[in-house]
């Protein structure tokens, strides 16, 4: 047996759409993975050299020729009492696994995934690096039987093991890189939860995110470090978020990881460093454990609000508009001072406290919703953008105080005009977040009446792109259409001046126009709603028959809409995990605060990262895995 051919293979990051996973592209991967044994490593040496000698025509027929090894052979060099075999073996078999299921699904038909993880506790270094290269590259693909059969021959705690022991840089990225992939297999999600959520949190995120539990006053706040480890530590966290309710608790409940994460996104801002993979996988992570907040997090049932009530007329909007106009960078009204402003915003009576926000409070604390907005302002990154629109959705859901207190805090720092500029977006998954969260920031009497009168035009010029897009292939999906409509009946229910706005802005023609041409029975009806809301106000009759619009014409695109349920859209608000799945108007009582579920969804969409994420200013998706393998290379030789 040798090696053939000395040159070290490069390696590749890889990233499949597997069910939790997200989709990126293939940077290179430094070239320092797993690769094939040099010729002057182990016991090998001196045979590669003889073979790299050039031999005569009567040599070549008397010495022995050369043969590349079974796989079997292979398996069985796993188990060879000399370490340097082993060694090159779990090399050789990282090499062979390379873009190739068929010797993957062999790998493990053959037994060979125990010999692996068995060699994850080897007392030589060097083995247990090999056999990591290896199980990384065999726990990559859509195929998750390896995933599975890791798990059952205890993969998942040795790789723990192999992370808390090791200090170097090149096995602990092996480690957290198989782990990511790992993690995008739903059964392994509560394993790597139970077994590696303390360790993976405090070896790697927090002291990679600089922050510290007790800093120290005279020092300067430490930048957060964008290593590989941290990203691929961050990005199995992300996928494990995503699990459901428990896991969101045990993430939520870790000492340090919501302090190290906010931490590492308020350096990544004020450096901004913003685009970076990790920074996405952090704002994802946040994004899912705000997800169902105001239910979940311990204590929650002390910030409870009675549902609310039938909003008022609109009395009065006009002088709130003018008070408020500042919001979108509009003048003051005359006289008034900044905190004569700031009193006719709200003036918002926070609990009190005897100590500082830490952990899990920290997620709904009115203070994030300003990180939040750097990075919708300053991020180029889609799925940075969606999580960060995201999070704001879910945090602005729920009857509870703290949600009244984001809806308006988003108000005073101004952050409507942000999100309304990003409607104009060509990633279809930001517009349908950023909608959401308008909707849901609505149920601010004074968040309603802004964006009535500043986000109608793009909310509408949506719902034209829905019938005829501005550029070839980019009709908005059936969930962001529904999701820009649903908003829509939002803020013009109970606004008589939102309805005006929406006339001003050519609305009506738009969504009798989708009514008659959509094939999607959710968007007819969704437009359909909106339209008997408009028509429900007396006061505007007029200019509508003026404009040549009938009741018959209304009851026409109404009666075209309706389906086997013809209820109304939902009022309230919705939070969610990614992607959004809009339960929209099927089977719902009107009125109704019910959210949706998060089996319904998926990894970056509604909110929390899970399943079917799709990729969408900027790159990659959310919970995804890291794949790392190497191109093919020279391998081991036998003799035969």
Known sequence: MVLRGAQRPRAYEDVADDGGELVEERPPFPAAAAPLAQPEQGSLGSLDRVVRRSPSVDSARKEPRWRDPELPEVLAMLRHPVDPVKANAAAYLQHLCFENEGVKRRVRQLRGLPLLVALLDHPRAEVRRRACGALRNLSYGRDTDNKAAIRDCGGVPALVRL?????????????????WNLSSYEPLKMVIIDHGLQTLTHEVIVPHSGWEREPNEDSKPRDAEWTTVFKNTSGCLRNVSSDGAEARRRLRECEGLVDALLHALQSAVGRKDTDNKSVENCVCIMRNLSYHVHKEVPGADRYQEAEPGPPGGTAGSQRRRRDDAGCFGGKKAKGKKDGEMDR??????????????????????????????????????????????????????GNWMWATYIRA?????????VLVELLQSET????????????????????????GSYAMTELVRNVRNAQAPARPGAR???????????????????????ARSLLQARGVPALVALCASSQSVREAKAASHVLQTVWSYRELRGSLQKDGWTKARFQSAAANAKGPKGTLSPGGFDDSTLPLVDKSLDGEKLGSRDVIPMEALAPDGYSTVDRREKRARGSASAGETSEKEPLKGSGLAFHS
Request: hydrophobic fraction near 45%; aromatic fraction near 4%.
């Open 163 to 179: 992370l808390r022991a090791a200090r170097d840089n090149e096995v602990r990225e092996l480690v957290t890189g198989t782990l």
């Open 344 to 397: 006719n915003f709200d003036t918002l009576d926070l609990p009190k406290r005897t100590e500082a926000a830490k952990g899990f409070e920290l997620l709904y604390q009115p203070e994030v919703v300003r990180l939040y907005l750097s990075l919708l302002t300053e991020s180029r990154n889609f799925n940075t953008l969606e999580a960060a629109a995201g999070a704001l959705q879910n945090l602005s859901a």
């Open 409 to 417: 805090t988003v108000r005073k720092e101004r952050g409507l005009p």
């Open 428 to 451: 279809d998954k930001v517009v349908r977040a950023v909608a959401i969260a308008l909707r849901n920031l609505s149920l601010d009497r004074r968040n309603k009446d802004l964006i």
């Open 476 to 498: 908005l999906e059936e969930d962001t259409v529904v999701a820009v409509l649903n908003t829509i009946h939002e803020i013009v229910s109970d606004s008589l001046d939102n």
